[in-house]
């Protein structure tokens, strides 16, 4: 019964929204459209996510997420074993998050079923393009590396890549000379 009650309330409708919004354009309008229209089947969701095209939610029951949260295409995100992803987090393409991990029984890994581990994305963290994390807690205004995997906690403010990842300095905030896409150069 609570298989059922999970099919219905959240994974059939997720798919169903996704599967009807995965053909519009990325633009600013439809990643927010998309956002919205996700929001009601994840555990808890803050204001205005943002949702790109193709992403896979696993136990989406599971996943908590604040405001301004970026998600950008192709992310494989698992809520199985508690995932919580604060404010003003973005997420970039083809980033996997899983909470879960298999186990073996007599050698084999087919039926040696799962192992839980929750993970915390801190507020304004950016994950950078192709990182994996698994079972951990990212601190706050950190930035993950692209190609990186998190397999450790790691601290506020810093940067952090590698595999595994480890902290490679504080972070640098630098001034910006772009606000806007439709800034042109001279």
Same mark, same amino acid.
């Given at each position: ?53 193709? $992403? ?39 980033? !996997? ?21 929750? !993970? ?37 403010? $810093? ?28």
């Amino acid at each position: 019964m609570k298989q059922l009650f999970y099919q219905l309330r959240y994974a059939i409708p997720l798919w169903f929204v996704q599967l009807l919004t995965n053909w519009l354009p990325e633009n600013r309008i439809t990643i927010r459209i998309r956002g919205a229209l996700v929001a009601p089947f994840l555990g808890k969701c803050g204001k205005n996510l943002q949702l790109a095209r193709h $992403v896979t939610f696993l136990n989406s029951s599971g996943i908590k997420v604040g405001n301004n949260v970026y998600i950008a295409t192709s992310c494989w995100i698992d809520g199985m074993g508690g995932l919580t992803i604060e404010d003003e987090v973005k997420i970039s393409p083809f980033v !996997v998050i899983a909470t879960t991990s298999h186990c073996f029984k007599d050698d084999s890994v087919r039926f040696g079923g799962s192992r839980r581990r929750s !993970v915390k994305i801190g507020k304004g963290t950016w994950v950078a393009a192709h990182v994996v994390i698994t079972g951990a807690k990212i601190g706050s205004g950190a930035i993950v590396g692209a190609n990186s995997v998190v397999t450790r906690d790691l601290p506020d403010n $810093v940067f952090a890549a590698g595999t595994p990842a480890k902290v490679i300095s504080p972070r640098v905030d630098k001034q910006p000379n772009i606000f806007s896409r439709f800034e042109q150069t001279d």
